[in-house]
């Protein structure tokens, strides 16, 4: 019932900007940690960057300056604000929300993921 929802993905010129939402919608009880990971074809997923419920925010150190997590406990959101993209930066976004429904039982849930490319 519960799902996760991406937006804001495309194609951008290298220097430019891009924001990505993610909403959990259904039965959500309440939300903790949400993070914003990465990855490309035969790569990893990356941790790009993750706000806590007290919003302390971390980020990977090559977007650090750059990017800006941010989160609506209201809306069950999670934002990632991405500044001065550069090519490396191209990526399929993923986020991720550790969240509940019953009360007390927390599972992780993920979004469909979003393409972001950045051309020099």
């Known amino acids: 019932q519960v799902q996760l929802v991406e937006s804001g993905g495309g194609l951008v010129s290298a220097g430019g900007s891009m924001t990505l939402a993610c909403a959990a919608t259904?039965?959500?009880?309440?939300?903790?940690?949400m993070r914003w990971y990465r990855q490309t074809p035969g790569q990893q997923r990356e941790l790009v960057a993750s706000?806590?419920?007290?919003?302390?925010?971390r980020y990977e150190d090559s977007v650090k300056g750059r990017f800006t997590i941010s989160r609506d406990n209201t809306k069950h959101a999670v934002y990632l604000q991405m500044n001065n993209l550069k090519p490396e930066d191209t990526a399929v976004y993923y986020c991720?929300?550790?969240?509940?429904?019953?009360?007390?039982?927390?599972?992780?849930?993920w979004g469909q993921g979003t393409q972001v490319t950045v051309s020099s």
């Open positions: 991720d929300i550790f969240l509940s429904v019953i009360p007390g039982t927390w599972r992780e849930y």
């Open positions: 259904g039965p959500v009880d309440s939300t903790h940690i």
């Open positions: 706000i806590t419920k007290d919003n302390i925010t």
